[in-house]
């Protein structure tokens, strides 16, 4: 999964739409392609979002590489499934999208009870009529869960990954507001699993702040994904309120960051693999 960017090494830095959404979306492809990063992830916030509706402009100046599923109002597509369905078809229609990036639909029991299909559908990618070169991974949210005696999160969520024939969005903000090491996190997914990292800051339970002013250590996460030769997505995913108001300054911002992620996973790649993650990731997710 990703096209080889020339000069570029290692994963492909991703910058989401979500992070100034209140501009315009060619405006924001210029500010990315400006800033140096390899593509774009697509927030998917209006059906009005179709192949109809004129993106290849923006995929022209960065190209939208990977697309985020609707995360809330689903009813405007006519629910949850046809939110997706929509997700791939506008995926289907843009050269360079080759992922997409979901939400696990709630565990209420009326979410459960609306999205009975989810749970009996075994193959995503079959049944949202995916392009072959399409892959779709399930995001990890906060988590409240915390008693001993049940079954680990993660470890249910890669279950369900692998069970949906899909693999798994690591939100490193999210692992970190749920109380999780995201270091031990994240040495428990496999490399066959991971298909994109969605990369910001926390403390406490204040989310997608700018790397470094939480209390996270992205560095060393970084450079531990670096090791193992992780080669796929990593989608920087920040509040816009991070910003500066004038556009010189928000390039610069995200050159600063780009920068610094690109060294720190240049020097994990300079360490022995992990013993336990030596294998070439694969573009095929595991069947059951």
């Not at 100046?61 to 929509?86: E, T």
């Not at 049940?150 to 899909?166: G, S, T």
Request: glycine residues 8%.
């Amino acid at each position: 999964m990703g096209k080889d960017v020339p000069g570029q090494a290692g994963p492909q830095i991703l910058l989401s739409a979500g992070c100034l959404f209140h501009l315009p979306l060619k405006l924001i492809a210029r500010i990315g392609r400006d800033a140096g990063f390899a593509g774009m992830e697509l927030i998917m916030n209006s059906p009005k979002l179709t192949p109809e509706a004129g993106l290849e402009k923006v995929n022209d100046v960065l190209p939208i590489r990977s697309i985020h599923a609707p995360f809330r109002d689903w009813a405007a597509w006519g629910g949850h499934l046809n939110s997706w369905k929509a997700t791939t078809a506008l995926a289907n229609s843009l050269p360079e999208a080759d992922h997409i990036t979901m939400h696990p639909p709630g565990s209420r029991l009326a979410n459960m009870i609306q999205n009975r299909w989810f749970e009996k559908a075994y193959d995503l990618p079959l049944l949202l009529d995916a392009m072959g070169r399409i892959r779709f991974s399930l995001e990890n949210m906060p988590w409240a869960e915390g008693s001993p005696f049940a079954r680990d999160p993660l470890e249910r969520l890669m279950a369900q990954c692998r069970d949906k024939n899909v693999g798994l969005t690591f939100d490193v903000c999210h692992m970190g507001v749920s109380g999780r090491d995201v270091l031990h996190a994240i040495d428990k997914v496999d490399d066959k699993l991971l298909y994109n990292v969605h990369y910001s800051d926390a403390v406490g339970y204040t989310e997608h702040l700018t790397p470094g002013s939480g209390a996270l250590p992205l560095d060393k996460f970084l450079r531990r994904l670096g090791k193992r030769g992780y080669d796929r997505y990593i989608t920087l995913e920040l509040e816009p309120g991070a910003f500066p108001d004038d556009l010189d300054g928000t390039v610069a911002m995200l050159v600063a960051i780009r920068e610094d992620m690109e060294t720190q996973l240049a020097e994990g790649r300079k360490q022995k693999p992990c013993p336990d993650n030596t294998s070439k990731p694969s573009n095929t997710p595991n069947n059951p």
